[in-house]
């Protein structure tokens, strides 16, 4: 298990990535890799760009902010830089000898010098729309042929312009200004070019350590004491190929072995194997049960994920009156600007916006008196933005009926709670993929 809580071994993890991004040059990406980790870790909660649906820049800030904030740290210094070794301000504070509130990560998120595309879905699912250079993007209106100095997106309503800067299309932004949606995070060869240039793969060992160390304790990275490969591959939804294509796990690569010749790494640690191919035993289908006769199963392993998922219709009425929703649309008609973000797992259910002020609205419900509990993430969250966090009770909650908002602002403060520990068990979407069958042989 590689440890992760030794504060001088997250300093030489820091000295080694740095190292890192010194041995591949000035090309080098790091914000960029970074952007793509926090993909991949939230990889479950970000809207595909096959969904409709679209995440908000506040909110994806907050996500990478979360991912790479040091608990220990104040919020104006504490969103770790991990190639740089240095540390940042929270979006929107400002830092101590800054000027202005800190935007680290929206730059990047866009086309004038990023890695969002208006393009759609069926563009961005192309690998070769995905691999051309934006100069010969067919909706690129260019003054100056050959240059993107000055050149706008035909797609853009806005007109947004590009600063000259080419970049890999990771992002698909939505024309209609509702936020980011992610394309095919399995794609390797999208990726590759960026985290891993010309072959030179990121050494997994002092990462595991600078992203695990001091983590947020409301994501499962800060309940670590101690991290192995597999435990990392499905933290961060790892296939092996992924793996193989990303990262160094090799205790030769020269910066893994330097950091493991560190005096805090401790005697006898080994850094675990990768997550086991545990190939599926399919069952053959039956044309019935015969009592006392034993069916044996066939020893069929399928090489290749068979996402053979059942389409099934829509229910015939949908009232669209759950507790999330009765409670933004209290909130609009109170005059605020909402997002229902339920289903990103972020911590809280409704973003509310008016003007300058920001609300994180979780809603809690029950069909009789409520006794709400909040997840460890929802609590991190409740604790940091503490009277701009909002718990919304609904007591005998009845959908098609009036019902009661009862808000309570910083719940973390201004309420009493008991800790109570649950334990869940992850399935690495790289382990189910290979398991599943027909529904004809269930």
């Known amino acids: 298990m590689i440890p992760v809580k030794d504060a001088t071994l997250f300093q030489d993890a820091l000295s080694c990535l740095v190292a890192h991004k010194k041995s591949i040059g000035a090309g080098f990406k790091g914000r960029f890799v970074q952007v793509f980790l926090g993909m991949k870790f939230f990889q479950n909660n970000l809207p595909s760009m096959y969904s409709g649906a679209f995440i908000t820049t506040e909110v994806l800030q907050a996500l990478l902010d979360d991912l790479y904030a040091k608990a220990s740290r104040s919020a104006d210094d504490c969103v770790l830089s991990l190639f740089e070794s240095n540390y940042l301000a929270r979006t929107g504070l400002t830092a101590p000898g800054n000027a202005g509130p800190q935007n680290t990560w929206r730059n990047n998120f866009n086309l004038q010098k990023g890695i969002g595309c208006y393009a759609p879905a069926t ?32 797609l853009c309503p806005r007109g947004a312009g590009y ?62 004491e101690s991290v192995d490969l597999a435990g990392f591959m499905g933290d961060f939804n790892l296939s092996q190929l992924e793996m193989a294509a990303y990262f160094d796990d090799s205790v030769q690569n020269p910066l893994n072995a330097r950091l493991m010749r560190s005096g805090s790494w401790p005697a006898g640690a080994v850094i675990g194997t990768q997550l086991a191919f545990r190939p599926p035993v399919v069952t053959q289908p039956r044309a019935g049960r015969r009592t006392g006769v034993h069916i044996p199963r066939a020893a069929v392993v399928p090489q290749t994920p068979i996402l053979t998922g059942t389409p099934t219709p829509p229910p015939n009425i949908n009232t669209g009156w759950d507790a999330e929703q009765f409670v933004a649309g209290a909130l609009r008609i109170a005059g605020w600007t909402v997002y229902v973000v339920s289903r990103q797992q972020l911590g809280y ?7 300058t002020i920001k609300r994180y609205v979780e809603v809690k419900s029950s069909l009789g008196q409520c006794s709400p509990s909040l997840t460890a993430r929802e609590w991190q969250q409740a604790s940091f933005h503490s009277d701009c966090y909002v ?52």
């Open 123 to 154: 563009d961005l699912s192309s690998h070769v729309f995905l691999n051309q250079d934006r100069n010969q993007c067919r909706h690129l209106h260019a003054p100056t042929r050959g240059s993107l100095v000055g050149a706008r997106c035909s």
């Open 163 to 224: 600063r000259g800067e080419s970049h890999r299309k990771w992002l698909r932004i939505d024309p209609g200004g509702n936020g980011y949606a992610v394309v095919d995070l399995q794609n390797t060869e999208n990726f590759v070019p960026y985290v891993s240039p010309d072959g030179k793969r990121l050494p997994v060992i002092p990462l595991i350590v600078a992203l695990y160390h001091d983590a947020d304790p409301g994501l499962v990275l800060g309940t670590r």
């Open 349 to 355: 259910d409704v973003f509310a916006r008016k003007g």
């Open 391 to 442: 718990l919304a009770v609904l007591e005998n909650f009845n959908p098609v009926e009036q019902n009661t908002v009862y808000w309570i602002p910083d719940p973390a403060n201004r309420c009493v709670a008991t800790l109570q520990t649950t334990v869940t068990h992850s399935i690495p979407r790289s382990s189910w993929a290979m398991a599943t069958v027909p529904v004809a042989q269930l």
